[in-house]
C-alpha cells in the first residue's frame, strides 16, 4: 500500500524534487520509494549527479532489469560506457545463462536473477560497475558481484543513487534514505 503524499520524505537530485510514496515492507514499517520508471526528468537528474561516482577504469555497467534500468542507461549514454542487464526471470531466447540466487530481498521476497551467456559473455576480462537505484541490505548487489566474478570480469566497485539502512558494501551513492518512516 502506497501512503499519502503529505507523509512523504522529499529528495533533490540536480534540482529536481521529488515526494517519494511510502510503502509498507513487513516488520520493517513504511519506506521511501524511489521510481525512476516512467520519470525521465528525475532518471536524468541521478545519471548527471552519478557520473562521478562511477569508479575510475569501469568498462562496462551492470545492473538488474527493474527500476535500476533507466538509470543504466541514461548513465550508459552519458558515459559512453555499454550496460549489461541481468533478468528477474528466465527468457526463452536465454544461451546457457548464468544463474545467480539471491538469499534475501530487503521487501521480503527471495528472487532468482538470469544473464544471458551472450552478456555475461561481454563481461569476460572487463571492469565492471554495478548500478543500482536503491542499495539497502546489500543483497542484490551481492548477487550482481558474483555474476560478475563467474563471468570472468572483474567489479570495480557499486554506485547507486540512494542507499539505505547499513550495507558493509563499500557503494558510492547520492544520497541516504531513511530506513522506516
Known sequence: MVESPSQAPRVTVGGVTRELPTVRVGSVGRVPLVE???DSEFTKAAAAA???LIPPGTEVLLTVVTNALPLAHELSDR???PYVAVRKKRRTYMQDPLIQNVP???LG???TLWLDGPHAARLRGKRVAIVQDVIASGGTAQALARLVERAGGTLGGYVAAFKQGDTTL???YLQELPTSL
Open 170 to 172: 563499500p557503494v558510492a
Open 79 to 81: 558515459s559512453g560506457l
Open 109 to 111: 521476497v527471495s528472487e
Open 36 to 38: 525512476f520508471i516512467g
Open 104 to 106: 534475501s530481498m530487503t
Open 50 to 52: 552519478m557520473l562521478p
